[in-house]
């Protein structure tokens, strides 16, 4: 009989779950769940998009597209990040379709790191980051970002984890989970510390779209000198509630680019092209769709956080993506505990901090891309269960 121990990948065998999923499976065999534990918009697709979608198949666009992405796409991609924030990318060279965000961050840390490097992640953060690092040979260097500084990245953090071995810093902001954004100011002070360095920047700014600060989303790739040095990832999922039509890009210098448009083409090939038909006709005509399920969220947004203070549980205001990050520490729980009592006792999903990182220990994510109805029902099973802890 095969011993699997001996020819499986250990590097793989030794990654954790992801602890969102761990959750969302539990749920998944449960009657009655109320979930704020997916971060899946509830809206669908905008409609000129999916039209998009169904036109392309009906003339027969089934085939392969280019490694890098439907032309068309790329330059309506360059232009749209050129009319929001000012940033510039050439169509042909400097932009790659991918399947999802995710495939891109694989893409960028794979073309970049050899083994031994040190990556810099800030934590808590999306759960993808590290097992990719690690998957290329990579070595995570976890700094652990504070509530009392908004959960930001500050200049003196970045400094202190930098070594002669540091490669990339992926810098995910706005934040999954805690809803963290770094305004320009912040990021001018980042870039002062990575100049005369030799450091890369993957910049995830799939939430870039989701910002509800006074002023707008800041890519660092705008930012002084930092546009050689950055690798912006982006996406339709979140944005455009595009989430099952896999589909998202990488921009940055050619020299980057090139690369992993290699491990792209060997790897995946091409990102489905009938998603990236429908893309084109989101990025032309979906402005008010986008911003109309920005109010909503907004909407979502004030009333989860004022639920969740009114119930005890401190919550800073997300300034962006679609989580609040409330602290659970008050209740003397963990945060696995909290999230397996709630479910258990009232039916509510919600994700333990820690699986954001170790400094996500004593909070929770819950996500508000969810109607007002199932969120107001959610907190009040929350402040029944909170309550009855005091007891």
Known sequence: MIDYSKVLNPTVTEIKPSGIRKFFDIT????????????????????????????????????YSSNSGVIELRREISKYLDRKYSLKY???????????????????????????????????????????????????????????????????????????KTKLLILPYPSNPTGAIMEREDLEK??????????????????????????????????????????TVNGFSKSFSMTGWRLGYACGPSEIMKQITKIHQFAIMCAPTTSQYAAIEALKSCDEDVQNMIEEYNRRRRLMVAGFNKIGLTCREPKGAFYAFPSISSTGLTSEEFCEQLLYSKKVAVVPGNAFGDSGEGFIRASYCYSVEHIREALVRIGEFVEELRK
Request: with cysteine; glycine share 8%; proline share 8%.
């Open 190 to 231: 980042l870039a002062e510390v990575l100049r005369d360095t030799n450091i890369l920047v993957l910049s995830d700014e799939i939430y870039a779209e989701l910002t509800f600060s006074s002023n707008p989303h800041t890519p660092i790739a705008t930012v002084g000198d930092m546009w050689e040095r950055t690798i």
């Open 90 to 164: 050439e169509p042909e060279k400097e932009i790659l379709i991918t399947v999802g965000g995710s495939e891109a961050i694989d893409g960028c840390v794979r073309a970049v790191i050899t083994p031994g490097d040190e990556v810099i992640i800030p934590q808590p953060s999306y759960v993808c980051y590290e097992p990719i690092t690690r998957l290329a040979g990579g070595v995570p260097v976890i700094v652990e970002t504070k509530a009392e500084n908004g959960f930001k990245l500050t200049p003196e953090e970045l400094k202190a984890a930098i070594t002669d």
């Open 28 to 63: 998944a065999t449960m009657d009655d769940v109320i979930s704020l534990g997916v971060g899946e918009p509830d809206f669908q697709t905008p409609w000129p998009v999916r039209k998009a979608g169904i036109d392309s198949l009906q003339r027969g666009r089934t085939k």
